[in-house]
């Protein structure tokens, strides 16, 4: 995809033209390249669009680790109780053993 865009680049076309006819690239990116490219400020666009993006995986990952959190909480707890019970499984066993002598 960046070298299909860059080669139309190097033809002639805009780089937001390029961009907008691949549809992995969000509709949002090609817009704020068209007005850096239109005022002359493409590297401060291209900045706002990283900080953008930067903001937006720093909410998902914490959303996702939100979410995995109680998800983590009971796969412990389970564990936590299979250990118990082989623990004290065979105590109980050995105390039923001695009550029955």
């Known amino acids: 995809m960046i070298e299909e865009i860059t080669s139309e680049v190097e033809e002639g076309v805009n780089l937001h033209e390029a961009m907008a006819r691949h ?3 969000p509709p949002m990116v ?27 995986s720093d909410y998902t990952i914490r959303n996702l680790s939100t979410l995995i959190e109680p998800i983590l909480l009971l796969v412990l707890g389970v564990m936590v109780g299979l250990i118990a019970l082989a623990i004290f499984t065979p105590m109980w066993d050995m105390m039923s053993v001695m009550r029955g002598k």
């Open 23 to 25: 549809h992995a690239i």
């Open 30 to 56: 090609p817009q704020m390249i068209a007005v850096g490219e239109q005022s002359g400020r493409l590297d401060e666009m291209m900045e706002k669009v990283a900080d953008y993006y930067d903001l937006e």
